[in-house]
C-alpha cells in the first residue's frame, strides 16, 4: 500500500474538486469494464476447468467490481460543496468508502480462507485442472496489472487516497493471479494439492489488503494527522511569509484527500490589529495555493523583537 506517494510533490499539486471527481470517475469506469470481463471469464473458466484457485481469483474480481460501485457512490457524494451540516465540505466520503473497501476485502478473504481450508482437509476431492485456466490466469494477470499502474497513475495525479486504495486493489488482484497460475501449474504437473493452496494464499492476500486499508481509514476518521514531513512543508510556508516572525503549534487532520490545519503565528506586538490581520490573511492564502490544504485557521500571538524586549517594557501583574 503506497499511501504515501500523495506526499510528494505537494507544492503547486491541489486539484478542484470537479477534476479529481472526473478523473476518479473515468478510472473507476474503466475498471468496472475490465473487472465485469474478469469475474464472467474466471469464474466460468474456473468451473469449467474445475480450478478452485481461478474460482477464488473470479470472486476477487467479483469484489473488485462492488469496490468500484462504492467509490462511484463516493466520488459522487465528496464534490458536494459545503453546506451548513457540513461547513468543511463532504470529503470524508472518500475515506468512508476507503473504510468500506477494506472490510469488504476482509469478508471477501475470509470467505476464500475457508472454503481452500475445507479442500486442503480433504485433498481427495481436489480434481485435475484442464490446461485452459491457465490461458485464463495469463490474460487475467495482463489485465489486471495494465489497470493497476493505469489507475494509480491517475490517482498520484489528482492525488487521491481512495483512488490508491482501489489501483492497489488491483495490484492484489494481479499477484493473486500470479499465484493461481502456479497453483495450476502445480496441479497439471501431478500435483492437485497445489490449486487448493493457491486458493488459500490468494485468501490470505485479500484478508490482509483489507485489514490494511480498514485500519488506515480508521484512522484518518479519527482526525489522524499527515505524516511531519507534509506538516514540516506547511510550517515552512507560513514562516516564510512576510510579516511573520514565528510559527508553533502546527496541527493538521485529514479530511478525505485534503488537509485541515490549525496554527498560531506570532507578528510584531507593536503593529495594529489590522495589519496582524493581514498577514494572517497572506498566511492562509499562501498555504492553500501551495499545498493540499482545505481549511486553515491562525492563531495570532504577539512577538516582541528582541532588541526591544528590555527596553522600556514592564511584565504586567
Known sequence: MKFNDLADDTEDSQHGPAERAAAASRSTWVSVGVNIVLTVGQIGAGILSKSQGLIADGIHSLSDLVADFVVLFAGHHSKKDADQD??????????????????ILLVVGTGMLWSAIGKLQSPETVPQVHASALWVVGIALIAKESLFRYMLAVAKRVKSSMLVANAWHARSDAASSLVVGIGIIGNLAGYPILDPIAALIVGFMVTRMGWEFGWDALHDLMDRAVDEQEVEAIRQT?????????????????????????????????????????????????????????NLMTHVDPWKRPDLDHAGWTPKD
Open 86 to 103: 457540513h461547513p468543511y465540505g463532504h470529503q470524508r466520503f472518500e475515506t468512508a468508502a476507503s473504510l468500506a473497501l477494506g472490510v
Open 238 to 294: 507560513l514562516i516564510e511569509t512576510p510579516g511573520v516572525s514565528d510559527v508553533h503549534d502546527v496541527r493538521t487532520r485529514k479530511m478525505g484527500d485534503m488537509i485541515v490545519v490549525d496554527a498560531h503565528i506570532e507578528v510584531d506586538a507593536s503593529i495594529s490589529v489590522e495589519a496582524g490581520h493581514d498577514i494572517a490573511v497572506e498566511a492562509r492564502q499562501r498555504v492553500l495555493k501551495r499545498h493540499r490544504v482545505l
